[in-house]
T-cell receptor
Framework: EAQVTQNPRYLITVTGKKLTVTCSQN?????MSWYRQDPGLGLRQIYY???????DKGDVPEGYKVSRKEKRNFPLILESPSPNQTSLYFC?????????????FGPGTRLTVT | TQLLEQSPQFLSIQEGENLTVYCNSS?????LQWYRQEPGEGPVLLVT?????EVKKLKRLTFQFGDARKDSSLHITAAQPGDTGLYLC???????????FGTGTRLKVLA
């Protein structure tokens, strides 16, 4: 089954404790992206990747890191999480249809930083 | 900062009614997408519109991209309880993979 998987689905952690949220897709997509979703603010793009070893900042990259060492994986790293990073996080992978990108989203990771 | 404003934010209607959701911006987008999101799940792509003035239909849903590619609308005919969800529009900037999402319209269709 074609899908984007994220782990963990739920995470409660404390300020300053490094964490990684994994994202994997089995559709051989070149493009992958991370978003956070907050009430009243909608989905905001954190980082995206156009291919292996090619990443770029989205609208809210501060406090996050990403890497793309393999095509299928795009982990999101929070080196020193803070309470304002409490949010619902989504990974997406995309097929480039020429001029557009059809985004397929994972099920989300709900992160709480205390 | 580019913004995509959706209206209305909330909509509660009876089964069988028609409705329109709007997505507006002062910026031009190379393409615009509509998604539907159910609680506890990620957004699911409904449609992508690319050309100014383009109209696409998906069963009872009609999507239109504004002539100037700054706005879009989603019209649902004879809404059903299964249409309940959060509807999101998303604009792509300059043909890149940089997307900006609207804040969403939460639709509830009552049986």
């Amino acid at each position: 089954e074609a899908q984007v998987t994220q782990n963990p689905r739920y995470l409660i952690t404390v300020t300053g404790k490094k964490l990684t949220v994994t994202c994997s897709q089995n559709m051989n997509h070149e493009y992958m992206s991370w978003y956070r979703q907050d009430p009243g603010l909608g989905l905001r793009q954190i980082y995206y990747s156009m291919n292996v070893e090619v990443t770029d900042k989205g609208d809210v990259p501060e406090g996050y890191k990403v890497s793309r060492k393999e095509k299928r994986n795009f982990p999101l790293i929070l080196e020193s999480p803070s309470p304002n990073q409490t949010s619902l996080y989504f990974c997406a992978s995309s097929l480039n249809s020429g001029t557009t990108y059809e985004q397929y989203f994972g099920p989300g990771t709900r992160l709480t930083v205390t | 900062t580019q913004l995509l404003e959706q209206s209305p934010q909330f909509l509660s209607i009876q089964e069988g009614e028609n409705l329109t959701v709007y997505c507006n911006s002062s910026s031009v987008f190379s393409s615009l997408q509509w998604y539907r999101q159910e609680p506890g799940e990620g957004p699911v792509l409904l449609v992508t519109v690319v050309t100014g003035g383009e109209v696409k239909k998906l069963k009872r849903l009609t999507f239109q991209f504004g002539d100037a590619r700054k706005d879009s609308s989603l019209h649902i005919t004879a809404a059903q309880p299964g249409d309940t969800g959060l509807y999101l529009c998303a604009g792509a900037r300059g043909g890149t993979y940089k997307y900006i999402f609207g804040t969403g319209t939460r639709l509830k269709v009552l049986a």
